[in-house]
């Protein structure tokens, strides 16, 4: 289900913006619930967000057991009332009273968040692509891609004088909704396998009828442009980059990757190469040249076009890898289980890299934007004996409660994806078997020669990505 894009609203009309603030500011500071939903979320910020009653179910019912979630919106079409069919729920939104505190870190917040995303993963809300959490008192905007879950904006304080303004841009993101998420995968660390990691991903998407673009972003290796033998064509992607009157199209820089196979079957992705004018420039200079927002305002307009942009960034904090992140959604992060400086390099990224760009997201949208969140981690490749998970384990515990004790920073979700205290310290592993050197040396993916790397990076899709 798509919107249909109001390009003529520019605020909200008159009439709604002054109900919407006046009833905010006549809501009981102490208001429960029921109150905040009838005189408030079911009375005016629904149609503030460009719904209609019957657009919008109460309790709708998720499909998990008996859980319900307090609403679910999406607009009708011709042949088709939401209120009818109760099919295709597009926002979720889960609400609560003011007396319940949604302040970002609190514990009451985290409860809130999680239990949304639970909903977010449903069988019947397998369609929905946003998720609102508000009490009236804060408010947080959080987008559903697959099985990507992120927040779109931060925890906002919302009070009569800044309720019209954040619910217009709530709702301009709503209705302008991207097709693509943007992935940077990245290690503060060399040798744990992230070139093979995006080309192996992309082919593996692309067979489940994805449209991915895939961008190498690290000029002084080129290893993804190498490997796959792609020769970047006229127009460079630094001087597109560099471009600051968008006399540059950035589509002139993709070349395509195409493999025909045995029946006819073809099947491609796209690539943005990296050019040699990018690896001979200093990190002073391209500093100066190219601001590392650059990346991603250029990648906007192809957002509407791909499933997955995959960057491949280097293993290193400086320019590219900042950028690559700016420009995400989401950091992949693969790590050598064997390696102690793999896992205490990925704490450090998680710790201080990831919201050093967040900040920097954060002030550049005037706080409407969260940045980039790092996805939990995984296993790339080594032989994880059972000797050897009860050290890295060990090793991992050490340096969640280091992070806790010194920085006030909880790790163990970005370790232990589905982590239950005292169990459940899984972490997803991609196996030795699924790097197969011959497919390098004839530039094409694992996944399209071999069905075991297919198999394997499949799972990896479906770990992070496909629902």
Request: proline content about 5%; hydrophobic content about 35%; overall charge positive.
């Amino acid at each position: 289900m798509v919107f249909t894009v109001d390009r003529e609203l520019q605020s909200l009309p008159p009439e709604i913006a002054a109900k919407l603030s006046h009833l905010l500011k006549n809501l009981p500071s102490d208001a429960r619930e029921p109150i905040v939903n009838h005189h408030f979320i079911s009375k005016s910020f629904f149609e503030a967000l460009g719904f209609l009653s019957n657009e919008c179910i109460p309790d709708f019912k998720t499909g998990n057991g008996g859980d319900a979630v307090d609403y679910a919106l999406r607009k009708n079409t011709e042949d088709d009332s939401f209120l009818h069919t109760k099919t295709s729920p597009y926002i979720l939104v889960e609400l609560k009273g003011r007396d319940i505190n949604l302040e970002y870190g609190k514990g009451s917040y985290k409860t809130t968040v999680r239990q949304l995303k639970r909903y977010f993963l449903a069988p019947k809300c397998k369609s929905v692509q946003w998720g609102i959490i508000t009490n009236s008192k804060h408010i947080q905007l959080f987008r559903k891609h697959g099985k990507t879950i992120f927040p779109a904006t931060p925890c906002l304080e919302i009070n009569p004088d800044n309720i019209v303004e954040i619910t217009y841009q709530i709702r301009k993101k709503i209705e302008d909704t991207s097709r693509a998420l943007t992935v940077a995968v990245y290690n503060n660390k060399g040798g744990v396998g992230k070139t093979t990691t995006v080309i192996n991903l992309a082919a593996t998407l692309t067979r489940q009828k994805k449209k991915v673009l895939v961008i190498d972003f690290d000029p002084n290796q080129h290893d993804l442009t190498d490997s796959l033998d792609i020769q970047p064509g006229e127009y460079k992607f630094y001087n597109c980059l560099k471009d600051k009157q968008n006399l540059f199209d950035i589509k002139q820089a993709i070349c395509p990757y195409t493999k025909t196979f045995k029946g006819g079957i073809t099947l491609s992705f796209d690539i943005i190469p990296v050019d040699d004018q990018l690896a001979k420039i200093g990190e002073d200079q391209i500093r100066q040249e190219i601001s590392p927002h650059s990346l991603r305002k250029k990648l906007e307009s192809l957002k509407y076009e791909y499933d997955y942009i995959l960057i491949d960034a280097p293993p290193n904090w400086r320019y590219y890898s900042i950028s690559a992140i700016y420009a995400a959604d989401v950091v992949l992060i693969p790590i050598k289980p064997n390696d102690i400086n793999s896992l205490r390099n990925t704490a450090i990224t998680i710790q201080q890299y990831i919201p050093e760009i967040q900040q920097s997201r954060q002030e550049k949208t005037q706080g409407l934007e969260w940045g980039a969140i790092a996805l939990p981690i995984f296993f790339n490749g080594g032989n994880i004996t059972d000797a050897v998970k009860v050290r890295v384990k060990n090793a991992i515990a050490k340096i969640i409660n280091q992070a806790k004790l010194e920085n006030n920073f909880d790790l163990t979700s970005y370790f232990f994806s589905r982590y239950i205290p005292g169990k459940n310290t899984s972490i997803f592993e991609m196996p030795n078997s699924a790097y197969i050197a011959n497919s390098a040396f004839d530039s094409i993916p694992a996944s399209y020669r071999y069905k075991v790397a297919y198999d394997y990076y499949s799972q990896l899709a479906k770990e992070y990505f496909i629902q």
